[in-house]
């Protein structure tokens, strides 16, 4: 199983500045990483695919980056609502899917 | 517009059993992995199993084999999640997700069911 490692658990951030979180794989999975944005009581949503392709209908200050094990999501001028929690998600491993633990995005 | 319509929630006790569905709509069901994913109380996100509808190609996750049942009813377009006896443990809510064709990331979530087993 290939363990994916998020970090930092929670990021306090205030409104209009930069996020970047960090993902970690525990092998090489090329550029097979999603991202996922929950907010509380709803379903997790897609943000980014390949590492670095924004889903469809998301806006442009998500960005994704990164290959073999590091990967990077980085929120450039946070909104009101983009605090939640972000989840990782490899697909190198067929059918093994793995998420991270999650980055819980909080308010300064 | 493709759509995931999960069963309600359910509180039930420990040792009765169990069955959760997903009804997919606007696209062609039979032709796209489902995934039912596990997200007990203040978690994160875990991978129970896939079912390829087309054929019940059924994949579970190692931690979760042999302690859920994952089926499918293509006619209906519909996915489904079954405990033969529940745990307390087993308290969360579970969601369905479309998978993409290869490379096989979720594009599409239902919107959970909530699932309390307490006696």
């Known amino acids: 199983e290939i363990v994916m490692t998020q970090s930092p658990a929670t990021l306090t951030v205030s409104p209009g500045q930069r996020a970047t979180l960090s993902c970690g794989a525990s092998l090489n999975i090329g550029r097979h990483l999603a991202w996922y944005q929950q907010k509380p009581g709803q379903a997790p949503r897609l943000l980014i695919y390949g590492a670095s392709t924004r889903a469809t209908g998301i806006p442009a200050r998500f960005s994704g980056s990164g290959s073999g094990t590091e990967f990077t999501l980085t929120i450039s001028s946070l909104q009101s609502e983009d605090f939640a929690v972000y989840y990782c998600q490899q697909y190198n491993n067929w059918p093994g899917l793995t998420f991270g633990g999650g980055t819980k995005v909080e308010i300064k | ?119």
């Open chain 2, 1 to 119: 517009e493709v759509q995931l319509v999960q069963s309600g929630a359910e509180l039930k006790k420990p040792g009765e059993s169990l069955k959760i569905s997903c009804r997919g709509s606007g696209y062609s069901f039979s032709n796209y992995w489902i995934g039912w994913v596990r997200q007990m109380p203040g978690k994160g996100l875990e991978l129970v199993g896939i079912i390829y509808p087309g054929d019940s190609d059924t994949k579970s996750s190692p931690s979760f084999q042999g302690q859920v049942t994952i089926s499918a009813d293509k006619s209906i377009s519909t996915a489904y999640l079954q405990w033969s006896s529940l745990k307390a443990s087993d308290t969360a809510m579970y969601y369905c997700g479309r998978l993409t064709p290869p490379p096989y990331y979720f594009d599409y979530w239902g919107q959970g069911t909530l699932v309390t087993v307490s006696s």
